[in-house]
């Protein structure tokens, strides 16, 4: 979890503020996910980035947007926050795919608990 | 739409014993099956994973058996241990993608 590493960890907000979670990674990869994680619904990719100048949508995108500041920095924001946004944050990072048949593994940071008051 | 289907929600068992977690999924063209461990305050971290060519796959007391022909896997635990209480997810793959499709977790509690 130290190669990955997210703030903050914990955040109380109000309806409709603004809010950056913020992800950096020190193990040089170029593939960056955001997830949320809710009870009964597991892990939903909300975005992800294979390369600084490549941005994709996931399966929940609406409401969220993402920056990649860097290889390092994969930000992610929520322009006017809803309670149903309550929920934990996880960024993840992998390496590039070696081959057609490669998969790598994605490696967590520690999470990033949002309440939306 | 939920691709990949977990069961159960949450899991008790004695320590020793053999705890069981089941996934099943509908699309085809998933070919890499990995499942992740969580711990209470972390991350999700890759615990063992399978290729759909083999049937059974074991690393430790971990093993993952693979039903091609049901679409279904699951992962076994065995002479479980109270370390071994975590939060469970299975995922899915498809070739040429590092896109994961997690299922919806299983909390697994081992009582000494």
């Known amino acids: 979890d130290a190669d990955v590493t997210q703030t903050p960890r914990n955040r109380i907000t109000k309806t409709g503020k603004r809010i950056m979670l913020e992800c950096s990674q020190t193990?040089?990869?170029?593939?960056m996910y955001w997830y949320r994680q809710d009870p009964g619904l597991g892990l939903r990719l909300i975005y992800y980035?294979?390369?600084?100048?490549?941005?994709n949508k996931g399966e929940i995108s609406d409401g969220y947007s993402v920056s990649r500041q860097a290889q390092a920095k994969f930000s992610l924001s929520l322009e006017s926050a809803i309670p149903n946004q309550t929920a934990l944050y996880f960024c993840?990072?992998?390496?590039?795919?070696?081959?057609?048949?490669?998969?790598?593994?994605?490696?967590f940071g520690p999470g990033t608990r949002l309440t939306v008051l | 739409q939920q691709q990949v289907k977990q069961s159960p929600q949450s899991l008790i068992v004695q320590k020793g014993g053999i705890s069981i977690i089941n996934c099943a999924y509908e699309?085809?063209?998933?070919?890499?099956f990995p499942w992740y461990q969580q711990f209470p305050g972390k991350g999700p971290a890759l615990l063992i994973a399978?290729?759909?060519?083999?049937s059974e796959k074991k690393e430790g007391r971990f093993t993952i058996s693979f039903n091609k022909s049901a679409k279904q896997f699951s992962l076994h635990i065995m002479d479980s241990q109270p370390g071994d209480s975590a939060t469970y997810f299975c995922?899915?793959?498809?070739?040429?993608?590092?896109?994961?499709?997690f299922g919806t977790g299983t909390r697994l509690q081992v009582f000494p």
């Open positions: 993840a990072t992998s390496d590039v795919l070696a081959g057609q048949h490669s998969r790598n593994t994605q490696y």
């Open positions: 193990k040089g990869h170029d593939r």
């Open positions: 980035s294979f390369d600084v100048k490549d941005i």
């Open positions: 699309n085809t063209a998933f070919d890499y």
């Open positions: 399978i290729r759909p060519d083999v």
């Open positions: 995922a899915a793959s498809m070739r040429g993608t590092d896109k994961l499709i």
